[in-house]
Structures are given as C-alpha cells and as structure tokens.
C-alpha cells in the first residue's frame, strides 16, 4: 500500500520539528497482499455526519461532555466495521472520535461544545504510531454550511437548536442567491473555501506525522439536493414541511453547487496527499432529501429520531438511517479496497 505526497520531505521534517515530536516519517511500501488476517488498528475521526446526529440512541449517554457530540451508536463507522467483519475483514477500533460540529481545524484543537457542555479533545488525539487506518469526514462546519442555510431560510434564523448564524441578517433570507453570487456574499463563500482547501492539508500532514503508515480516506458528504430540484416542492410522505422548508427554489441549484464545489475541493485535497477519498455526493444522486420514500437525508424540519429534554430535534438535513447505510456501505467498500491493494 502505497501513498504519495506533495509535501516535500524537507517541508515534512519542518513540521515534524514544529510539532514537537520523534516519529520516524516513514512511507508503507507497496504490497499486493489480500487484506490482512490480523485486526487492522483504526480511528475514525470527522463531524457530524460521521456522528450520524439526529440516529438514536447516541453514544456517552452517561458523560455529559460527550453525549453533546451527538454520536450515535449505529453511526456509519460502526455499521461498516460490521459488514467487514462479515467479509473477514476485522476493524480494531481504537477510537471513534467523530463529533456533531466539528470544524476541520478541531482535528488539532480542542472542540467547544453546545450549550456550555465543555470541550472535547482534538481529534488527533484518537491517532497512535501504530494506527494503520484513520477513516473520517470533516468539511462542511468549516465551510459555515449551516450559516449558508440560515442566510436562506427565515425559518431557520428563528430560535433554534441549529448552531450558528446567517451571514448577514440584514440581507433577506429570499435573496440569498443573489447575495452569494456577487458582492461581499461571493467573497465570504471564496473564502471558506480556501479556508476548507489549507485546513485539509494540515489535517493530512498531521495524520502522516501521528501515524505515519496510517492509509487515510477522507469521506465526503452524500448529496442534499437533487437536480431536478421541482421534487424539493413537495413533502416527503408523512410531512408537512417541504425537505428545504423556506428555502427560495431559485436558491436550490444554488445550494447543490455550494455541496458539489465542497466536495470536489475534498477529492482534490485527498488526492494532493496521496490519501483516498470516498464519493457520496456521485452515488446518493437518487436519495437526496427530496427522493419521497427513497429519501437518505431528513429534512430540514422534519423530526429526527433524536431528543433533548424532551423536544424532538430536526434532521437539518442529515442522514437517516437509509442514508446511514448508504454511507456504510460505501465506506466499507472502499476500506476493503484500500487493504487489499
């Protein structure tokens, strides 16, 4: 299994010396061995779609600190540990760090919690010297997709437990297309973008520097809008909300190719860092969360499975467990190939 990257050694040794520490940065060299019948050291690391938020019950039910991550027990990284296993491929887990709002850069600093619960390590933490998988997704929160959402809708911008805050509260929630595509809009989606682009890098060289012969695969996020987007118009069976509630139509295609520029910037990282990426966004085209019953993605208002204090939250547009599996599916699929190679 062999992986490049455009890091120059010299730039690798820096940072090696700026962290700190005395890991060899040693390269796996190429094999094409089957898949190894000993248990294969792994972390899986990322935000909230990685935690499966809104799938209950979630995870540290009893630790306060991480119950607010909202990690569910049957996220995907556990469903596809256990359809590998059926396939002789065992998953030594070490660690699931994955938690609902985690920003890129929360894979090296510690993660702020909702609702004053405290803070969570950085994710890095989750990687030893002998991890030989790290397996995660991370993107959107740095992005700011939640802000882009409340920058569109008014009925998102109400009191909600959905974090964060639109862009700019002055604009109208039913202009957003037009404030994303021109003035200080398209300069501030510009700008996380290049944020989401660096903040990958760093990620990658940190994972080859805490576990230098770790395979890394970076997933991506199943896709939210479908391109015919008159589906979005009406409600899924058993609602009453539309999928994107308030969202102006106009602003639909507007929010798929915010979704498909996330993750193509995603795959271009991965494959800069030699790393391997899992595509969602090109195979859930047929359950977006306007797809009716075939549907992988819960609506923006459409309750959950999940609750707090006894008040049901919304999906705000993640997987359900259909999309869960998706994802699981997918994962599965592209660790098997990556230690078979």
Known sequence: MRKTTKTPVVGRLAFAAALGGCLALAVPAASTAAAPAEAVPTAFFGDSYTANFGIAPVNNQDNPERFFCFQAKENYPAVATRRLADKGVTLDVQSDVSCGGALIDNFWREQQLPFGAGTVPAQQDALKED????????????????????????????????????????SPAGECWDFFTSGDGKQWLDNRFEQVEYSLEEMFQRMSYLSPD?????????????????????????????????????ALPFLDQVQKRLDDAMKKAAADDGADFVDLYDHTASNTACDGANRGIGGLLENSKLELLSQTIPWYAHPNEKGRDIQAERVAAKIEAVLNR
Do not use: H, W
Request: proline content about 12%; some cysteine; aromatic content about 4%.
């Open 214 to 250: 770790a395979e890394r695969v970076l997933v991506g996020y199943p896709r939210l809008v479908p391109e015919n987007t008159a589906k979005c118009l009406t409600p899924a069976p058993g609602q009453t909300e539309l999928p994107f509630a308030d969202i102006p139509k106009d």
């Open 131 to 170: 991890t030989k998988l790290a397996v995660g997704g991370m993107g959107g929160n740095t992005l700011g997709f939640n802000s882009i959402l409340k920058q569109c809708s008014a009925k998102l911008r109400e009191p909600s437990l959905l974090p964060g805050e639109p862009v700019d509260a002055d």
